[in-house]
């Protein structure tokens, strides 16, 4: 399989967790080499009442955020894959995924523990169809 068809499997977790409230965080790093673009945080916002996910790219000088659709996120991320990143991370309530290429660039997908207890407060505010 190709990155692109690997991270969009890795990445119907990402909607799932969203749509059922235990998304936490988004990460992707590992860079390979030396390069300015260090990791992606990703985050759900509410924008003009549309769930929409924030990505702020972390350069090694400063800061830059975009936002984007649920599946527009998806691809631009997926773009990220092998060129500059080795590693993407879903944290939810309920489990950690980890999605990791290796030296030769063979996906391994691993699911652990979860590391938050929490979910997005922004995610459970438009969930439960509270105003922003």
Avoid at 53 to 71: A, G, P, S, V, W
Avoid at 81 to 93: E, Q, R, V
Avoid at 103 to 132: C, H, M, P, W
């Amino acid at each position: 399989m190709s990155f692109t068809e690997t991270f969009s499997d890795f990445y119907t977790n990402v909607k799932t967790s969203l749509a059922d409230g235990t998304f936490a965080k988004l990460t992707l790093a590992k860079t390979i080499g030396n390069t300015d673009l260090m990791n992606i945080y990703v985050r759900p916002i509410i924008e003009d009442a549309v769930l929409k996910m924030e990505l702020k790219y972390k350069f090694q000088q400063e800061e830059q955020i975009e936002i984007h659709t649920i599946d527009e996120a998806r691809e631009k991320l997926g773009s990220y894959i092998n060129n500059p990143f080795m590693s993407a991370i879903l944290f939810t309530t309920e489990y950690d995924l980890m999605y990791k290429l290796n030296k030769k660039r063979a996906v391994n997908i691993t699911k652990q523990g979860n590391t938050f207890g929490n979910a997005s407060e922004v995610l459970l505010d438009y969930l439960s169809g509270n105003k922003i």
